[in-house]
Nanobody, 121 residues
Framework: QVQLVESGGGLVQDGGSLRLSCIVS????????MAWYRQAPGKQRELVAT???????NYADSVKGRFTISRDNAKNTVYLQMNSLSPEDTAVYYC???????????????WGQGTQVTVSS
């Protein structure tokens, strides 16, 4: 069974930093794109950043220059370094991955359970 488990969320002051991690575990043959999404109270889930298996990255305009997505393919882990945080970044952050489980003939999409990030003013 495939699982995505996030960690690293918490409470931080305006201007502070946090680093989120997401470990993918289970019977996995290959991981393709990985991403971070977030959902603030009363708002739709939005894409924050993506990274391909080769390391290419893309960011939402609202986080460009402040957030950095990276991955360690050997550890099946994706990270999100978040700097210069503001209260507008407060949300539940979710890890997402397109991956090929052993025994599957197609890539499947998985979500983590989310980790809360709260930025106080």
């Amino acid at each position: 069974q495939v699982q995505l488990v996030e960690s690293g969320g918490g409470l931080v002051q305006d201007g502070g930093s946090l680093r989120l991690s997401c470990i993918v575990s289970g019977s996995i043959f290959r991981i393709n794109d990985m991403a971070w999404y977030r959902q603030a109270p009363g708002k739709q889930r939005e894409l924050v950043a993506t990274t391909t298996s080769s390391g290419s990255t893309n960011y939402a305009d609202s986080v460009k220059g402040r957030f950095t997505i990276s991955r360690d393919n050997a550890k099946n882990t994706v990270y999100l370094q978040m700097n210069s945080l503001s209260p507008e970044d407060t949300a539940v952050y979710y890890c997402n991955a397109d991956l090929l489980p052993y025994g599957s003939i197609r890539y499947l999409n998985y979500w983590g359970q989310g980790t809360q990030v709260t930025v106080s003013s």
